[in-house]
């Protein structure tokens, strides 16, 4: 299952270097402020190379993916359970979506929740079993379809030293996994008799939740297999080369509209936000093959401050004033849309994004505009009264020049980066 590869490469992305990481293989520091984003981001330049398989770190092919045996041998009063499965590959495991990353790396704990939407099982079964008076027997082939097969795992490790060399051990990683739908075929059932096994796999097929509770601690055991690989992993110390992105500095941006008795001319400059590090990041859909990406993020608590001018009135609140200006923010969250293609300088190929489509919103702000009308105490605290009380307003007339300096700035980044690689370095083909 998709599972090992992925905890692998978290690992490796994170815990540095492993003898010589091989290029295709980006490296995320400990420290990156951005840790998510950054193990997100290898995660998916890798995929191409997850789909065939990466031999010398033991990565099987994820497409498709050879599991190992399986077989089950359980009686539970009148329940008696025997099956073997072998040969099995699945197909569909490098579709997916990350919905949810926590990483915290200083205590070395992982925690995603990943969905396939969907899951293909085909192998060879072998079942001698009999539930409550249903009986089952026969070996032949299998297929199983499942949908929206989803997992939420946590990984907890430890740094050991081992011989002068450290070591992250994990403690036995904590799965729980779900499906929305699923349908089996189990060819070859009692000799091939077709009326035997048509009504044997309809009565499976009609409770196929319960087959699954009885199989499920075997599927949660073939994942939990990734304990055996992950200890080879070494801890690095490794240099920082990525910029600092908390403090994120930001350019200006100025805003002059005016409707009806509402005028408003605001400049901001020099701004600076802090707690850009700290982010949950909700969901993310790749389409690498459509050089497409979308990401929704949360930063729960985010601090912005700068240089303000304003020059306002709205309805009858009038605002004057130049000086430093301060933000608080809960619950900063953004919906992107990044799309590129592909373009040719000089004879290479690179990624370039178009300017990513961006919407934000939050929880609840607050705001504190020093210095209005030349520092009038009074004056000064009205003004920031109305505005916090109305900050939901003040935030929809500013959100276009938000969504612009924000969604410029990612997508400068994101093509600093892509600039730098060779298309077929970032995405190879997969064959
Ligand atoms: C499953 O395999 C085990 C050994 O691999 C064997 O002992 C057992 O009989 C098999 N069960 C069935 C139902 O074939
Ligand atoms: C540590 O050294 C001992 C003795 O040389 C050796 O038996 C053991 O396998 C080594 N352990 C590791 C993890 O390399
Ligand atoms: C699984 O899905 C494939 C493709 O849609 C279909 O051909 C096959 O019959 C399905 N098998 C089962 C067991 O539902
Ligand atoms: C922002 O939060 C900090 C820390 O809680 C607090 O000291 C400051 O007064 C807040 N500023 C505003 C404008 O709410």
């Not at 359970?81 to 590959?89: A, E, G, I, W």
């Not at 739908?181 to 060819?187: C, G, K, M, V, Y």
């Amino acid at each position: 299952m998709k599972i090992n590869e992925l905890v692998v490469l978290i690992c490796l992305f994170v815990m540095g270097k492993c003898g010589t990481v091989p290029s295709y293989i980006h490296v995320c520091y400990r420290d990156d402020p951005q840790l998510s984003k950054c193990i997100t981001n290898s995660i998916i330049a890798l995929l191409p190379r997850l789909r065939v398989g990466i031999p010398e770190l033991n990565v099987p092919p994820l497409e498709p993916l050879a599991l190992p045996g399986a077989s089950l041998d359980r009686t539970s009063g009148s329940t008696h359970f025997k099956v073997n499965l072998s040969n099995t590959l699945v197909t569909g495991a490098s579709e997916f979506t990350i919905l949810e990353l926590k990483p915290k790396v200083a205590q070395n704990y992982f925690r995603f929740k990943v969905n396939h939407p969907k899951i293909y099982y085909n192998g060879d079964h072998n079942i001698d079993s009999k539930i409550l008076f249903l009986e089952l027997k026969g070996n032949g082939k299998y297929h199983l379809n499942i949908t929206n097969f989803a997992y939420e795992c946590i990984l907890k490790g430890d740094v050991i030293a081992e011989n002068g060399t450290k070591h992250l051990k994990f403690q036995k990683m904590e799965i729980k996994i779900g499906f929305e739908s699923a349908t089996i075929l189990l060819e070859n059932l009692f000799n091939g008799d077709p009326v035997l096994g048509k009504a044997a796999n309809d009565a499976i097929n009609d409770n196929i939740g319960l087959f699954f509770e009885e199989l499920r601690p075997n599927f949660e055991q073939v994942l939990n297999s990734v304990n055996a690989l992950v200890p080879r992993l070494k801890v690095g110390i490794p240099e920082l080369n990525v910029p600092s992105l908390d403090p994120l500095i930001l350019q200006g941006t100025s805003l002059d509209t005016s409707s009806g008795s509402t005028h408003l001319k605001v400049k901001l400059a020099n701004i600076q936000v802090t707690g850009a590090s700290d982010f949950t990041i909700l969901e993310i859909t790749p389409k690498v093959s459509k050089n497409y990406f979308r990401f929704k993020v949360n930063h729960p608590n985010i601090y912005v401050e700068g240089d303000y001018e304003i020059d306002s009135k709205i309805l009858i609140l009038e605002l004057k004033g130049k000086g430093r200006f301060h933000l608080n923010i809960t619950d900063f969250a953004y919906d992107s849309i990044l799309k590129g293609e592909v373009v040719t300088e000089n004879g290479v190929k690179h990624l370039k994004f178009e300017k990513m489509k961006m919407k934000i919103g939050f929880g609840s702000g607050n705001i504190l505009l020093e210095n209005l009308f030349n520092g009038d105490p009074v004056l000064g605290k009205g003004a920031n009264d109305a505005i916090n009380d109305n900050i939901g307003t003040f935030f929809e007339e500013l959100r276009p020049n938000f969504e612009d300096v924000l969604s410029t700035r990612f997508t400068d980044t994101a093509n600093k980066i892509t600039e730098t690689f060779e298309y077929e370095d970032l995405f190879p083909k997969s064959s």
